[in-house]
Nanobody, 121 residues
Framework: QVQLVESGGGLVQAGGSLRLSCAPS????????MGWFRQAPGKDREFVAS????????YYADSVKGRFSISRDNAKNAMYLQMNSLEPEDTAVYYCAAGAGGRATRAYAYWGQGTQVTVSS
C-alpha cells in the first residue's frame, strides 16, 4: 500500500524552528512533484510549498516565503520542510503530498496522515 509518512511536528515557541520530514513507503516518488500543505482548525487545507521531481523548481505560499525552505533527497526518497521564524499563525496540521505539482490540492494523488505543528506566542 502506498503511504506517505510525515514526522518532525511538535510544539515550539514563536520565533523557533522545526524541520518536517516526509518519507514515502510502498513505492518511490522520485519522479513525482511533491508538496506541503497545512490545515488549521476551521479552515480549508492550503498550499505551503512544492518542489519538482528534479528539485530545481521551488514554489512557496506568500505567507511562508523567506521563512520556510522545501527540499528533497531522491536518493533517500524523502522530502523536507525547514520552518524558521515560526509564528502562531503557522499552527496547523501539515501534510505532505505527491503528484503532478502546483498549488492545488487536486493535483496531488497521494497524501500523508499529517503532523501537528503548534506555535505558542
Amino acid at each position: 500500500q502506498v503511504q506517505l509518512v510525515e514526522s518532525g511536528g511538535g510544539l515550539v515557541q514563536a520565533g523557533g524552528s522545526l524541520r518536517l520530514s516526509c518519507a514515502p513507503s510502498g513505492r518511490t516518488f522520485v519522479t513525482y512533484a511533491m508538496g506541503w500543505f497545512r490545515q488549521a482548525p476551521g479552515k480549508d487545507r492550503e498550499f505551503v510549498a512544492s518542489i519538482t521531481w528534479t528539485g530545481s523548481g521551488l514554489y512557496y505560499a506568500d505567507s511562508v516565503k523567506g521563512r520556510f525552505s522545501i527540499s528533497r533527497d531522491n536518493a533517500k526518497n524523502a522530502m523536507y520542510l525547514q520552518m524558521n521564524s515560526l509564528e502562531p499563525e503557522d499552527t496547523a496540521v501539515y501534510y505532505c503530498a505527491a503528484g503532478a505539482g502546483g498549488r492545488a490540492t487536486r493535483a496531488y494523488a497521494y497524501w500523508g496522515q499529517g503532523t501537528q505543528v503548534t506555535v505558542s506566542s
